[in-house]
Structures are given as structure tokens and as C-alpha cells.
């Protein structure tokens, strides 16, 4: 092996942090260089040029300016309603996660046995995120014959249409997400052990009970987890598209038609490529932007052990 | 008292998991059963097990079966899990192990593209692999893979790269090692746990992947399970409910005995790196 044979000259100079040999790493890191200025930034600049072109995928794109942006407001009567159906989307689905996740980390983490046992256990429905076997079996829960209207129909309770009725069936389609908290919970959990135990003892000493322990121990310290799990939630929920595609097909009357199909059908199924591209631009402002406000509003909220803001 | 706050709380976490659970078993249940009974019964268990749903389900399109959605599957998945663990493993031994000009920006703008939605490049990587040729075969899948495509496996393994101890690696440069063979011979046995938690997590989620398959992959051919299942549900969902549900259950099997051979691994790696999902 040459390697062998080229050896010891390498060690003397890697000893000395020769300059040479730490320049060796850019081959190792050379896939992922290919890989981002390709397939990432290439698409990023991309996508943004497309997004003032006309580009039916058969022609050359034509350059249109801020034509397509603008149609956004005037001729695209789908355009408005998906805008507000995927705020409506991320502002129910993504708390509610958050809060089962971190009550379910709660209760996980109590010094009982088995709790690896019921870790597992709650962690199961997170490991087919996006699947459509899950879409699926939504879908049989949901219906109006569904298993959910047959328990109600015990006791009594007459079938809600819960995929039927245009102000219900997003709240039905975020359960699964709430459902799949996995996660979130495993992240929560392991702050919690984080939280030294001589505050609680400080506390209990100072007279506060189980929940001013929770709320003013427990919460801050846990902070930047939310923070961590609020802007990764974020931004995978504006992006969820199985359920709804599959479930509801957006429907009914365009309830549940997020923004992602919106795209998906401008780009895939009519094939306007550039107005799709406009599209994809805007909710990367709009993330963008929400991240942004996120992190700057964290220092009013999110407290750190070392002080640091 | 102490005793019954304990009975409380193990009442608690039992109702929950049950819960959490009960769908999946009333799937799992519902396949054995007749569309009949999944319909006007609640009871789990089916008072007759039939195999219908499964038999009929396997025959897929007609001239394609779930068997051939399976093995399809297994040809996008494993390439493309195989293929990232071992290029992102390489590009994270980069990161950690070397301090090359520019270093910090690279390695932020790694870190940055974790939050750059797919959505967004969609289009342009559509019409990229289109231009190559590629659209309706795995290559979309298969190439990225190649080339350490997603950040999130190249950080975990970073993370694990930066807790083993600098010395080993000079220790072999005094013993006349390569770089290479540091990487191989060194680091990589000792990175074992990282590595299969990546392959894990890579296999898991390929395999429900959804929304790319379905924009790059058009023949019946080349379906993969999920396709397959969406396209059943698209066509026959009001009648066929045991066949369907027999197909999704088959379709999550090989996701829950992963998950079961492996689940310290894999929520354990979540706790550590904590990105995905």
C-alpha cells in the first residue's frame, strides 16, 4: 500500500500542523461541497430566477418580471385560502404537539421503573412520520362509519363528520401530528434530566409547590429545547403534505388544501414551473421571516445556564 | 399514600400508551377481518380471521403485486441509506478532524441547510435531474446519498467524531497511519454506535418517504409501497377497506421490527443530535 509507504513523512508534518496536511480534509468534505453548491445553492438561485419566468417545462423560460408574484394576489383563487389554511395549520398542529410532547416528558420522568418501557411505547406512532400507512388508517378512523363515530354511536353521541365538514377536518388531519409528538418528547425528556435537583430541593425548602416548581424551575430551564423543537416544528409543518394529499385531497371545499399542495399542483400537475418556483420563494420568506422574529424574540423568553443572551 | 400516587401514575402512563397504541392494533386487527365486521363491529379482536384483505391486497395494480412494491422499496431504501451513512460519516471525519481555511463557514453553512426546507428547491432539482436524464429511476435518490446530501447524519456523526479522543489519532500518525486509514482502521470501529444510529434513522425515513417518490417516480414499475398504497386508496378505498389496511400494515412491518431490534439506538440518537421529525 502506498499509503504505508508514504507514511511517516505525513506524520512528521500532521505532528507539526503543517498547513498541507490539514488541507487534506477539503477532500474528505468534497462530497458534501458537490453536493451543497449542486443540489442546494444552485436550486436556491435557481428557484428564485424561475420565479420570474414564465416556464411551462416544454419551452425555454421567459422572463415575465414580477408577474407571477403578483398573480399570486389577483388571479390565483386558490392562493389566498391556502395561505390561510397553512397558518391555520401550523399555528394548531405545532402547539398542540409541543404541549402533549412536553406533558407525556413530565410524567416520563418520574423515578418509577419501566419508563424505558412506556418511552418506546410512545415513541412507536413518531417512527412512520409522513407515511401514508398512517394517512391511511386516519382516514378509517375518520370516517363517518369510521371506528371514532362507532365509539361515540356507545355511548350515545351522534357521528360528527369529521373529515366532512369544511371547519373540522384540518383540526382531524394535525391530530396525527399531535399523535406523532415522539420527538419532541424524546428532546424534553432529556432536558429534564438535565435540570440540576438542587433547585427543586432550593424550592421545596422555600415553600413552593408542584406547580410554581414546574413554572418557575422546570419551564425556564427547559426554554431553549422549545425554542430548539418550536422553529424545527415550524418548519416541518409548513411543509406537511401526505396527510392532506392523501386523506382529504385538500378538500372539502379547499379546507385543507396547505400550501405545499398549492404547489405541488402548480409545479407537478399544470407544470407552471415558474410560478411554482414563486411560490416555493414565498414560504421560504415566510420561514424565514418566522424564524428570524423567533430568535429574536428568545431572549425575552429563553433562559440559558450560562447567562449568556 | 406514596403507594397509591405510584398506582396513579403507572395508571396514567398505561391509559396513555394504550391510547397511542390502540390504532395501530385496530389496524393490525382489521386486516384479518371482514369489510363487514371492520364496519359494524368495535370489538379489537376479529371474531373470524380471514386472509382476504391480504390475498386480494398483494395483487397491487394486476400486473404489478405488493411484492413487487416491496422489492422496489428495498432497491431505493437501502442504497440510499447505505450511501449516506457512509458519506456523511467521511465529510463529518472532515469536519472534526481537520482545520482547513474557511472551516467555520463551511461548517455553518452545513449546519444552515438543515433549515432549508426541500420544498423550496423542489422545482429547480426536479428540472435538474429531468436535464440528467433521471426522472421516473431511483438516481434522484441514490446520487444525493452519495454526496453526504443531508446535514442532519453529517452532524450526528460530527458530534460522535468530536467525544473520541485526538490523541488516537496522532498516536497512529506516529505508527505511520494515512489519513485514510486513521478514518478507516480507527475512527470507524470505534464510531459503530453513530453509524448504525444513522443507518437506522436513514432506513426509517426513506422508507415512508412520500412526496419526492411521488414527484420523481411515474411508472407502475417502479413503485415503491407508498405509491403503491396511495394508489389503491385512489382508486377502490370504499370498498376494499380489509385490503387496504392489510397492504398498510404490511407496508409498516418492516418499520416496527427496525424500530424494535433498535429502539435504544435510535431514541437515544434523538436525544444526542435532536434534529429530525
Redesign the interface.
Same mark, same amino acid.
Given at each position: 500500500m502506498s499509503?504505508?509507504i508514504?507514511?511517516?513523512s505525513?506524520?512528521i508534518k500532521?505532528?507539526s500542523k503543517s498547513r498541507n496536511?490539514?488541507?487534506? +480534509?477539503?477532500?474528505?468534505?468534497?462530497?458534501?461541497?458537490?453536493? *451543497?453548491l449542486?443540489?442546494?445553492l444552485?436550486?436556491?438561485g435557481?428557484?428564485l430566477y424561475?420565479s420570474f419566468t414564465d416556464y411551462a417545462?416544454l419551452s425555454d423560460p421567459r422572463f415575465v418580471g414580477l408577474k407571477n408574484y403578483l398573480s399570486m394576489f389577483t388571479k390565483d383563487i386558490n392562493f389566498e385560502n391556502s395561505v390561510v389554511v397553512t397558518l391555520k395549520w401550523v399555528i394548531v398542529a405545532v402547539p398542540l404537539k409541543l404541549i402533549t410532547a412536553l406533558l407525556?416528558a413530565l410524567?416520563?420522568n418520574?423515578k418509577?421503573k419501566h419508563m424505558n418501557f412506556?418511552?418506546?411505547?410512545?415513541?412507536?406512532?413518531?417512527?412512520?412520520? +409522513?407515511?401514508?400507512?398512517v394517512a391511511?388508517?386516519w382516514? !378509517?378512523?375518520f370516517m363517518r362509519?369510521g371506528?371514532i363515530n362507532?365509539?361515540l354511536d356507545?355511548f350515545k353521541i351522534p357521528a360528527i363528520d369529521w373529515l366532512g365538514d369544511p371547519k373540522l377536518a384540518l383540526f382531524t388531519l394535525s391530530l396525527i401530528n399531535v399523535?406523532?409528538f /415522539?420527538?419532541?418528547m424524546?428532546?424534553f425528556?432529556?432536558g429534564l434530566k438535565q435540570v440540576p435537583g438542587e433547585l427543586y430541593e432550593a424550592g421545596r425548602i422555600d415553600g413552593a409547590n408542584k406547580f410554581q416548581q414546574f413554572w418557575s424551575i422546570t419551564l425556564p430551564m427547559l426554554t431553549p429545547i422549545v425554542l430548539?423543537n418550536l422553529? %424545527?416544528q415550524t418548519?416541518?409543518a409548513?411543509?406537511d *403534505?401526505?396527510a392532506p394529499f392523501?386523506i382529504t385531497k385538500g378538500g372539502p371545499i379547499k379546507s385543507t388544501y396547505l400550501f405545499?399542495m398549492l404547489?405541488?399542483d402548480n /409545479?407537478?400537475k399544470f407544470f407552471h414551473?415558474g410560478y411554482?418556483?414563486a411560490l416555493?420563494?414565498l %414560504?421560504?420568506l415566510a420561514?424565514i421571516i418566522f424564524?428570524v422574529v423567533v430568535f429574536w424574540s428568545s431572549r425575552y423568553w429563553v433562559h440559558y445556564e450560562d447567562g449568556a443572551k | 399514600m406514596a403507594g397509591l400516587k405510584?398506582a396513579n401514575?403507572?395508571f396514567?402512563?398505561v391509559l396513555?400508551?394504550f391510547i397511542?397504541?390502540y390504532?395501530?392494533l385496530?389496524?393490525f386487527f /382489521?386486516s384479518m377481518k371482514t369489510n363487514e365486521e371492520?364496519?359494524t363491529s368495535?370489538r379489537l379482536f376479529p371474531s373470524k380471521v380471514v386472509w382476504e384483505g391480504y390475498r386480494l391486497g398483494w395483487k397491487g395494480s394486476g400486473q404489478f403485486t405488493f411484492g413487487d412494491f416491496f422489492v422496489n422499496t428495498f432497491q431505493l431504501v437501502m442504497p440510499t441509506a447505505i450511501l449516506t451513512t457512509i458519506?456523511s460519516f467521511?465529510?463529518a471525519?472532515?469536519?472534526a478532524?481537520?482545520? !482547513?481555511p474557511l472551516?467555520r463557514i463551511?461548517f455553518s453553512?452545513?449546519l444552515s441547510?438543515l433549515?432549508?426546507?426541500?420544498?423550496?428547491?423542489?422545482?429547480?432539482?426536479?428540472?435538474?435531474f429531468?436535464h440528467f436524464g433521471w426522472l421516473d429511476s431511483y438516481l434522484p435518490f441514490i446520487v444525493?446519498a452519495?454526496?453526504? !446530501?443531508s446535514p442532519f447524519y453529517?452532524f450526528m456523526q460530527y458530534q460522535f467524531l468530536r467525544g473520541l479522543p485526538r490523541e488516537l489519532d496522532?498516536s497512529a500518525?506516529?505508527?505511520?497511519?494515512?489519513?485514510?486509514?486513521i %478514518?478507516t482502521h480507527i475512527l470507524l470501529p470505534l464510531s459503530k454506535p453513530a453509524i448504525v444510529s444513522a443507518a437506522i434513522f436513514n432506513f426509517?425515513?426513506a422508507w415512508?418517504?412520500?412526496?419526492s417518490v411521488l414527484?420523481y417516480i411515474s411508472s407502475v414499475s417502479k413503485y415503491t409501497?407508498?405509491l403503491g398504497?396511495?394508489m389503491m386508496?385512489d382508486i377502490d378505498?370504499a370498498t376494499t377497506?380489509n385490503q387496504?389496511?392489510a397492504m398498510?400494515?404490511f /407496508? %409498516?412491518l418492516p418499520?416496527?421490527l427496525f424500530?424494535?431490534l433498535s429502539?435504544r439506538y !435510535?431514541?437515544e440518537g434523538?436525544?444526542k443530535t435532536?434534529?429530525?421529525?
Amino acid at each position: 500500500m502506498s499509503s504505508q509507504i508514504r507514511g511517516p513523512s505525513f506524520s512528521i508534518k500532521r505532528l507539526s500542523k503543517s498547513r498541507n496536511n490539514q488541507l487534506v +480534509g477539503y477532500l474528505y468534505i468534497l462530497p458534501w461541497l458537490l453536493g *451543497f453548491l449542486i443540489l442546494e445553492l444552485y436550486p436556491l438561485g435557481a428557484s428564485l430566477y424561475y420565479s420570474f419566468t414564465d416556464y411551462a417545462l416544454l419551452s425555454d423560460p421567459r422572463f415575465v418580471g414580477l408577474k407571477n408574484y403578483l398573480s399570486m394576489f389577483t388571479k390565483d383563487i386558490n392562493f389566498e385560502n391556502s395561505v390561510v389554511v397553512t397558518l391555520k395549520w401550523v399555528i394548531v398542529a405545532v402547539p398542540l404537539k409541543l404541549i402533549t410532547a412536553l406533558l407525556v416528558a413530565l410524567l416520563l420522568n418520574q423515578k418509577l421503573k419501566h419508563m424505558n418501557f412506556f418511552r418506546t411505547v410512545y415513541y412507536l406512532p413518531s417512527i412512520f412520520a +409522513g407515511s401514508v400507512a398512517v394517512a391511511i388508517l386516519w382516514r !378509517f378512523l375518520f370516517m363517518r362509519e369510521g371506528l371514532i363515530n362507532q365509539i361515540l354511536d356507545v355511548f350515545k353521541i351522534p357521528a360528527i363528520d369529521w373529515l366532512g365538514d369544511p371547519k373540522l377536518a384540518l383540526f382531524t388531519l394535525s391530530l396525527i401530528n399531535v399523535w406523532q409528538f /415522539g420527538t419532541s418528547m424524546v428532546l424534553f425528556l432529556a432536558g429534564l434530566k438535565q435540570v440540576p435537583g438542587e433547585l427543586y430541593e432550593a424550592g421545596r425548602i422555600d415553600g413552593a409547590n408542584k406547580f410554581q416548581q414546574f413554572w418557575s424551575i422546570t419551564l425556564p430551564m427547559l426554554t431553549p429545547i422549545v425554542l430548539f423543537n418550536l422553529i %424545527m416544528q415550524t418548519i416541518n409543518a409548513f411543509q406537511d *403534505f401526505t396527510a392532506p394529499f392523501v386523506i382529504t385531497k385538500g378538500g372539502p371545499i379547499k379546507s385543507t388544501y396547505l400550501f405545499s399542495m398549492l404547489i405541488y399542483d402548480n /409545479g407537478f400537475k399544470f407544470f407552471h414551473m415558474g410560478y411554482a418556483a414563486a411560490l416555493s420563494w414565498l %414560504m421560504f420568506l415566510a420561514i424565514i421571516i418566522f424564524t428570524v422574529v423567533v430568535f429574536w424574540s428568545s431572549r425575552y423568553w429563553v433562559h440559558y445556564e450560562d447567562g449568556a443572551k | 399514600m406514596a403507594g397509591l400516587k405510584k398506582a396513579n401514575a403507572y395508571f396514567l402512563l398505561v391509559l396513555i400508551g394504550f391510547i397511542l397504541i390502540y390504532p395501530l392494533l385496530w389496524l393490525f386487527f /382489521g386486516s384479518m377481518k371482514t369489510n363487514e365486521e371492520i364496519l359494524t363491529s368495535i370489538r379489537l379482536f376479529p371474531s373470524k380471521v380471514v386472509w382476504e384483505g391480504y390475498r386480494l391486497g398483494w395483487k397491487g395494480s394486476g400486473q404489478f403485486t405488493f411484492g413487487d412494491f416491496f422489492v422496489n422499496t428495498f432497491q431505493l431504501v437501502m442504497p440510499t441509506a447505505i450511501l449516506t451513512t457512509i458519506s456523511s460519516f467521511v465529510v463529518a471525519y472532515g469536519f472534526a478532524r481537520f482545520r !482547513f481555511p474557511l472551516h467555520r463557514i463551511l461548517f455553518s453553512l452545513m449546519l444552515s441547510t438543515l433549515m432549508l426546507p426541500p420544498t423550496v428547491v423542489i422545482i429547480p432539482r426536479y428540472l435538474l435531474f429531468n436535464h440528467f436524464g433521471w426522472l421516473d429511476s431511483y438516481l434522484p435518490f441514490i446520487v444525493p446519498a452519495m454526496l453526504g !446530501f443531508s446535514p442532519f447524519y453529517i452532524f450526528m456523526q460530527y458530534q460522535f467524531l468530536r467525544g473520541l479522543p485526538r490523541e488516537l489519532d496522532e498516536s497512529a500518525v506516529m505508527d505511520g497511519c494515512s489519513s485514510f486509514k486513521i %478514518m478507516t482502521h480507527i475512527l470507524l470501529p470505534l464510531s459503530k454506535p453513530a453509524i448504525v444510529s444513522a443507518a437506522i434513522f436513514n432506513f426509517m425515513w426513506a422508507w415512508n418517504e412520500f412526496f419526492s417518490v411521488l414527484i420523481y417516480i411515474s411508472s407502475v414499475s417502479k413503485y415503491t409501497i407508498s405509491l403503491g398504497l396511495r394508489m389503491m386508496m385512489d382508486i377502490d378505498a370504499a370498498t376494499t377497506w380489509n385490503q387496504i389496511m392489510a397492504m398498510s400494515v404490511f /407496508g %409498516m412491518l418492516p418499520c416496527v421490527l427496525f424500530f424494535f431490534l433498535s429502539q435504544r439506538y !435510535f431514541v437515544e440518537g434523538i436525544a444526542k443530535t435532536g434534529i429530525k421529525g
